[in-house]
């Protein structure tokens, strides 16, 4: 069966300190793969997203980037975090882009 | 500029009793629409997938219907039950290609026993 995992859970770093945000898929091949982050009372925004190795797209300018250096990985990265990259941070795969996506347990970020 | 309204003011029903939901859009002409269950601190749970050309769908007792004219879809839970409180996201997707997926911001829904 797929999984999916996301890692660390919840993060507590300082302004202008660097951040990565890991995900993995176990269990298929070539998945479609999101970062969308959650602010409190808002939707999901769409960050990013790849269909294959190295190919990413970026939906929001900002502050962020991806990376997808193997098709199962899938990293968020900043050189300098600002405190309103403050956020829920969630990766999610789909096999097709028009089903359901599965969506990892997400990673709490506070910036200070 | 395109735009997903869902209730943002929180929906309580007695157990029992069908909930339903509602998701309205604007300046969007989506082939695709998921409704998602969210619990807090937790990711999406994907529930249902509906086409533009699909009128229902059901799912045990989940009933999504999708009405392109009104730019409008109705997530109904029958027979709803305390376990079934949580946020429902509803989320627009174009035709496919984009693989991209806009959602909106969620209703939260509390079922009272």
């Known amino acids: 069966s797929q999984t999916i995992h996301q890692w660390p859970a919840t993060l507590v770093q300082p302004v202008g300190s660097p951040l990565s945000l890991e995900c993995t898929v176990e269990g298929t091949s070539n998945p479609n793969l999101y970062w969308y982050r959650q602010a409190a009372g808002r939707g999901l925004q769409l960050l990013f997203y790849s269909v294959g190795i190295g190919q990413i797209s970026s939906e929001v300018p900002q502050n962020l980037s991806a990376s997808r250096p193997q098709d199962r990985q899938f990293i968020l990265s900043s050189k300098k975090l600002l405190l309103s990259d403050s956020g829920f941070y969630l990766c999610a795969w789909s096999t097709d882009g028009i089903g359901g996506y599965t969506f990892g347990s997400g990673t709490r970020l506070t910036v200070v | 500029s395109q735009k997903i309204e869902q209730n943002s003011e929180a929906l309580n029903i007695q157990e029992g009793k069908t909930a339903t939901l509602t998701c309205n859009y604007t300046n969007y002409s989506p082939a695709y629409l998921q409704w998602y269950r969210q619990d807090p601190g937790r990711g999406p749970v994907f529930l249902l997938l509906i086409r533009e050309n699909e009128k229902e769908k059901r799912k045990e007792r989940l009933k999504v219907t999708f009405d392109t004219t009104l730019k409008q879809s109705l997530f109904h839970i029958t027979a709803s039950q305390p376990a079934d409180s949580a946020t429902y996201l509803c989320?627009?997707?174009?035709?496919?290609?984009?693989?991209?997926?806009?959602f909106g911001t969620g209703t939260r829904l509390k079922v009272l026993a």
């Open positions: 989320a627009l997707g174009e035709g496919s290609g984009t693989y991209k997926y806009i």
